[in-house]
Nanobody, 119 residues
Framework: QVQLVESGGGLVQPGGSLRLSCAAS????????IDWYRQAPGKQRELVAR???????NYADSVKGRFTISRDNAKNTVYLSMNSLKPEDTAVYYC?????????????WGQGTQVTVSS
């Protein structure tokens, strides 16, 4: 069973930076995608950034040029570096891992970490 633990959220002023971490425990397939989602109050959960097992990254238009997703395989950790933060980035951020096995896929979610951008 894979467990994900996010950390790094907090309160930051507009224009500031944060780095979120998603630490995974347990064994994950060699073929996977890892996503960062966020959900603001009263809004649907949205995909923010993605990294594949092959290293390909994708970003939502709203965060391109400001957010960077990266991973440290030795630490089983994925990061979301967030710069030039805006009040509209305020949300709970979730890490999701989808692993692909023969014929099936498994989804794992973390508990979320709150990011608040406010002066």
């Amino acid at each position: 069973q894979v467990q994900l633990v996010e950390s790094g959220g907090g309160l930051v002023q507009p224009g500031g930076s944060l780095r979120l971490s998603c630490a995974a425990s347990g064994s994950i397939s060699s073929i996977y995608i890892i996503d960062w989602y966020r959900q603001a109050p009263g809004k649907q959960r949205e995909l923010v950034a993605r990294i594949s097992s092959g290293g390909t990254t994708n970003y939502a238009d709203s965060v391109k040029g400001r957010f960077t997703i990266s991973r440290d395989n030795a630490k089983n950790t994925v990061y979301l570096s967030m710069n030039s933060l805006k009040p509209e980035d305020t949300a709970v951020y979730y890490c999701n891992v989808r692993e692909f096995l023969i014929g099936i896929s498994n989804d794992y979610w973390g508990q979320g970490t709150q990011v608040t951008v406010s002066s």
